[in-house]
């Protein structure tokens, strides 16, 4: 399996479980780790659209890592996601202050992943 197959299968797989945490009971989840309140209507559509969304690019990831044609767009669309999601955190602690430490966790990870899939986003030579 080529290296950039196995990045885009990573990305997603460790993605999974903060969709999840995001959409599937958020309320509960919401709760639970950021002492947030998501109990109401619209609070539980956002985040589930949210869930949505990071499901259907995990989606994309996946179809990128087994298909040539699809590799570089799924690794471009990672970069981008990875590294938009990093800005509007950045821009927030600079505005709002610092959040809870696992969120500046998702900051650093989603640099790094952004770093790296630019990274091979530049450097891909398709082999098929």
Not at 25 to 51: C, G, K, Q
Not at 78 to 101: K, Y
Not at 106 to 115: A, C, D, K, S
């Amino acid at each position: 399996m080529r290296k950039e197959s196995i990045f885009l299968v990573l990305a997603a797989i460790g993605l999974v479980p903060i969709a999840l945490s995001y959409g599937l009971v958020p309320a509960e989840s919401m709760a639970y780790l950021f002492d947030i309140d998501a109990s109401s209507i619209n609070t539980s559509h956002i985040l589930r659209a949210v869930m949505g969304l990071y499901l259907a690019l995990i989606v994309f990831w996946l179809l990128g890592a087994r298909n040539d044609d699809l590799r570089l767009p799924a690794l471009w669309s990672l970069t981008v996601f990875m590294l938009g999601l990093a800005a509007g955190r950045a821009i927030s602690m600079l505005v709002d202050g610092m959040p809870h430490p696992l969120l500046a966790t998702y900051l650093v990870l989603e640099l790094g992943f952004g770093t790296v899939g630019y990274i091979m986003a530049k450097g891909y030579k398709d082999e098929s």
